[in-house]
């Protein structure tokens, strides 16, 4: 799988996946880059299709985003389910229903299981504000600022059962200003992670299809 250690330069030319690939999204927030990859499908810069949002948190803004660009959004409440093997069950399920192919956590803030991976094999993609390996899990920004490093920056990979593992598709890497807070780095690690996940989505299952 192709690494970079900069922000790298994106493809050009959508690659032209006959049928568009079917993306189920999952996401716990606000839910800026499903927008964005929703935008990049839009443009034409992404030859896919956004068949329907998974979001966890009842609260969460990603739901009105959903509306706003007519995707069809399921809540899946994890405090309802009494196990995490059950809520991954019901993901299932749902991106079954939905005829999902490929699995984007843009911003999902449970951790998976097996199950899911088990259903969707080198299928499922996660984006994390950190240059990975360093800084997994929870608070990633905060994090780096208490670290003290000078460079950050974002990773999409491929999702294995540890937290924030798994084969790195596509990384950019984003400095960090003497005065940053965590609101000011994570702004501008988010313009990097727009660019850089509808990319990495193309590009992990060009590379998925060259290899059947
Ligand atoms: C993103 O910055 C993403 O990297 C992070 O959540 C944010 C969601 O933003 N994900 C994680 O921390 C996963 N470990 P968004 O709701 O605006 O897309």
Redesign the pocket.
């Given at each position: 799988m192709t690494r970079y250690l900069i922000a790298p330069a994106l493809p050009s030319q959508p690659y032209p996946f006959n049928p568009p690939l079917k993306l189920g999204i999952l996401?716990?927030?606000?839910?800026?880059?499903?927008?964005?990859i929703a935008r990049a499908i839009a443009d034409g810069e992404l030859n896919a299709s956004i068949q329907a949002l998974i979001y966890n948190n009842p609260e969460?803004?990603?739901a009105e985003r959903a509306k706003r660009l007519d995707i069809p959004a399921v809540l899946l409440n994890h405090r309802v389910f009494e196990s995490r093997e059950t809520l991954d069950k019901h993901i299932i399920q749902t991106l079954q229903k939905y005829q999902v192919e490929w699995v984007i956590?843009?911003?999902?803030?449970r951790r998976v299981t097996q199950v899911l991976i088990n259903a969707f094999p080198n299928r499922i993609l996660?984006?994390?504000?950190s240059l990975l390996p360093s800084f997994?899990?929870?608070?990633?920004?905060e994090q780096a600022l208490a670290a003290g490093v000078k460079l950050s920056g974002?990773t999409v990979h491929f999702v294995e059962l540890a937290?924030?593992s798994g084969p790195i598709v596509i990384q950019a890497a984003v400095p960090v200003l003497p005065d940053d807070t965590p609101k000011t780095l994570?702004a501008r690690?988010?313009v990097q992670?727009h660019r850089i996940f509808p990319a990495a989505i193309a590009l992990a299952a060009a590379e998925a299809y060259s290899e059947t």
């Open positions: 996401a716990s927030g606000s839910g800026s880059n499903m927008e964005a969460a803004g990603v956590m843009a911003g999902w803030m996660n984006i994390h504000p997994p899990g929870m608070r990633a920004v974002c937290v924030d994570q690690i988010q992670e």
